[in-house]
């Protein structure tokens, strides 16, 4: 719209804000939360930026409508995005299904504290990796990303918008205290509108439009609000035309299709990266801020003689179970040091299925690891 | 079934989606009348339907959003005005209807409610009020009158129940009326006065669920319960909404009660981003 939609350059500023900026540059437009410990920044980012932009915030009465504040403005063909932390994404959840079974475009953002309930407000956890997956009902599939930096925040927040127009799916920030509270330098490119991924639309004239026939692939065109497509969307299980049927045979073939548009497009979704693994006896598995201790504790294990590496997962959901089961067969063991006791650790031990050993290094919240403890567990490890 | 509707009026077929008909309303509903007002309303004013978004939460009206041929979105419990919410706000030129009950939209979505009201928000709010949740067998609801019978108060109501009205008037709404479900011609012109007014409307329908509420209230079975509600009715256009309570088969004050002119949620939001591209502009200049 304007010059100033963007701030490029080189800034010192905290991954709840670079969050926001990454959003501003992927395109998003409308921004719906709730005040919430530590994820308030990125809405105060929001109400800055967006108006300047020509968007649209908006602070609502509680996460339940700012989860479907967004996925109405997404419906409206606006991109839009939340951001909370563990209360507000325990109240956010159901509509997180709502947006699953709609097929909506949209972006939630989890900067995650300690838990269970209130837990450590103000401090680190990783503890809702497993509701991000499972925390709505029903059977669905979802994609998490898990920054490590405000760089990578920033980074992510883009990816994020483009994976979730592309599979019209929410896509979930799983982000943590310590990134979004850290300062650190991030540089702002230009992004180019063009470089973005818009959700396609429908080639079809009105009449002829079915919300949820698919042409290409699994993931149908989308139809907004006020074109006159004169569509209906429920969350009621529902066939191509959008209508509620009440039948096992169209729960089958809706859920297929819901689950499968983003398993089948698993190596298009998920990211990876590997640090000295190919030879590696023992592998830490890690994700979000804990990867940059992770580091540490390979490089001083290395020090050691210890053939240690690193595998750091950039796409939490889904799961890179294929990438786990390989490096199993050729890895004595994984590490996998989370500030929780015990989420991820239990896919990396499914995925190894016994060809590799798997330890929990788990730390409760309210804190980063040490490099020493986890360099600790792979000694012991190794022994 | 149909004719409840006034399908004879040709004007609103072609707002149905006839492909879902016959709908799951029980006969004697006071759903689907309500939803013919709403329709024929469009038809008489000459709304553009391409620019419609109907929004329905959960419950026995929030299947409204599923029969009518307009871009419309069948929710969540509870959360069908945040989502409208959402819509208005990313595109204004829409014309947002909210249609739901009154357990969906001032039990579960009660907070909701009186927030959009508070916001004087873009949008329509119709509240299809039966005293009770249909869908799930006739449970009590927020707006079920003291000592009514419903299948969870077997002795009688011991809860107060809200005054709508007052409750969304007092929360900042400019257009605020309330029908019963045989106020066709009142309830048409209310909904169509509501639909081209900005800010928040609000309008209530007092309406039969023969099948559950009425039986258990031993109110007149089939239509005969709509006439009940008509003839218990008592037009007060003007009347303090604090003096609308609902009693068990008391008086209902109906009427047009607020329908004032009030800056909405857009005349503000306007100004401040105005003020913020100003700000960023003379920055920039720097
Ligand atoms: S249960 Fe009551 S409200 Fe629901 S369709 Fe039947 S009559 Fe109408």
Known sequence: MTEYQELTGKFFINGDVACAEGAISAGCRFFAGYPITPATEVAERMSTRLPQVGGIYIQMEDELASMNAVLGASWAGVKAMTATSGPGFSLMMENVGLGVMLETPCVLVNIQRAGPSTGLPTLVGQQDMMQARWGSHGSYEIIALAPISPQDIFDLTITAFDLSEKYRIPVLIMSDEVVGHMSEKVVIPHVAPESLLNRRRPEVPPGEYLPYKTDVGLVPPMAVAGEGYRFHVTGLTHDERGYPVMTADAQDRLIRRLVDKIRLNRDDIIKYKETQVEDADIIVCAYGITTRIAQFAVKMARDEGIRAGLLQLITVWPFAEERVRELSLQTKAFVVPEINYGQIVLEVERCAGGKARTILVPHMGGGVHSPETILEAIRETAQ | ?286
């Not at chain 2, 309500?34 to 939460?57: K, Q, Y």
């Open chain 2, 1 to 286: 079934m149909i004719d409840a509707m006034n399908v004879e009026e040709p004007s609103i077929e072609k707002y149905l989606r006839q492909d879902r008909l016959p709908h799951i309303w029980c006969s004697g509903c006071g759903i689907g009348p309500v939803a013919g007002c709403f329709l024929r309303a469009i038809d008489r004013e000459e709304i553009d339907p391409d620019r419609i978004a109907v929004v329905s939460g959960i419950g026995c009206t929030g299947r409204v959003a599923g029969y009518v041929k307009l871009d419309s979105f069948h929710t969540t419990h509870g959360r069908a005005i945040p989502f409208a919410t959402g819509l208005i706000l990313a595109n204004p030129e829409l014309n947002v209807v909210v249609f739901s009950g009154d357990g969906d939209l001032v039990a579960i979505g009660g907070n909701h409610l009186i927030h959009a009201a508070r916001r004087n928000i873009d949008m329509t709010v119709i509240c299809v009020n039966n005293f009770n949740y249909g869908m799930t067998g006739g449970q009590v609801g927020p707006t079920a009158p003291l000592e009514a019978r419903t299948t969870t108060t077997p002795y009688g109501n011991f809860e107060f129940p809200f005054n709508l009205p007052y409750l969304v008037s007092a929360s900042g709404a400019s257009y605020v009326a309330r029908w019963t479900v045989l106020h066709i011609r009142q309830l048409e012109k209310a909904i169509a006065e509501a639909m081209t007014k900005p800010g928040f409307s609000f309008i209530e329908v007092i309406a039969p669920c023969p099948v559950v509420y009425g039986r258990m209230n031993k109110e007149p079975k089939g239509l005969d319960s709509m006439y009940y509600y008509q003839e218990k009715s008592v037009i007060r256009n003007g009347a303090d909404p604090k003096d609308a309570d609902l009693e068990l088969n008391g008086p209902i004050v109906v009427g047009k009660f607020v329908d004032v002119q009030r800056p909405t949620l857009w005349d503000h939001l306007r100004e401040v981003s105005s003020r913020a591209q100003e700000k960023a502009k003379a920055r920039a200049k720097v």
